[in-house]
T-cell receptor, first 114, second 113 residues
């Protein structure tokens, strides 16, 4: 069966510090990978998605970047965090098989920037 | 830009009643719609989906209705239970085969015992 792992689960960082959130998927190959951000009490905003290794599409201009160094690894980064980067970050994947389009989400990483 | 939104931000129902959560979408090119349930502090979980060539789909205690004429999507939950309390999001696929889902703001469903 497929699983998705996301870490760290919680993170408190000072303004101006770097960020690295990691996400890995097991049990599938060549998935589409996504990073979403959810502000408190709000919906999910798509930040990045990737259809393959090294292929990253950015949806909104921001202080963050994403990389996909391996087929099932997706990393969200920042060189210098802003207060506005606080939120709940969710990694997700989908296959292009029978259940194409159904996103499977990780448990999320809660980032607080102080 | 085009977006997905919800008519009601909160919904409170009595246990055993039926719940209806509504969603309006504006991208007429969207071909796939999904309802997700998100419990506090967790990632969203798939409930049910529907493709644009259908107008109704039923699951276990849930039914999704799609009205393409008015660009409206609804989720019906039968015999609502306390465990159904969560935030419900509708999402539309605006990315074609890349499956780029745009989510609505969410509706908080509270089930009173």
């Amino acid at each position: 069966s497929q699983t998705i792992h996301q870490w760290p689960a919680t993170l408190v960082q000072p303004v101006g510090s770097p960020l690295s959130l990691e996400c890995t998927v097991e049990g599938t190959s060549n998935p589409n990978l996504y990073w979403y951000r959810q502000a408190a009490g709000r919906g999910l905003q798509l930040l990045f998605y990737s259809v393959g290794i090294g292929q990253i599409s950015s949806e909104v201009p921001q202080n963050l970047s994403a990389s996909r160094p391996q087929d099932r690894q997706f990393i969200l980064s920042s060189k210098k965090l802003l207060l506005s980067d606080s939120g709940f970050y969710l990694c997700a994947w989908t296959s292009l098989g029978a259940r194409a389009g159904e996103l499977f989400f990780g448990e999320g990483s809660r980032l607080t920037v102080l | 830009g085009e977006s997905v939104g919800l008519h009601l931000p909160t919904l409170s129902v009595q246990e055993g009643d039926n719940s209806i959560i509504n969603c309006a979408y504006s991208n007429s090119a969207s071909d796939y719609f999904i309802w997700y349930k998100q419990e506090s502090g967790k990632g969203p979980q798939f409930i049910i989906d529907i493709r644009s060539n259908m107008d109704k789909r039923q699951g276990q205690r849930v039914t999704v209705l799609l009205n393409k004429t008015v660009k409206h999507l609804s989720l019906q939950i039968a015999a609502t239970q306390p465990g159904d309390s969560a935030v419900y999001f509708c999402a539309e696929n605006s990315g074609g085969s890349n499956y780029k889902l745009t989510f609505g703001k969410g509706t908080l469903l509270t089930v009173n015992p």
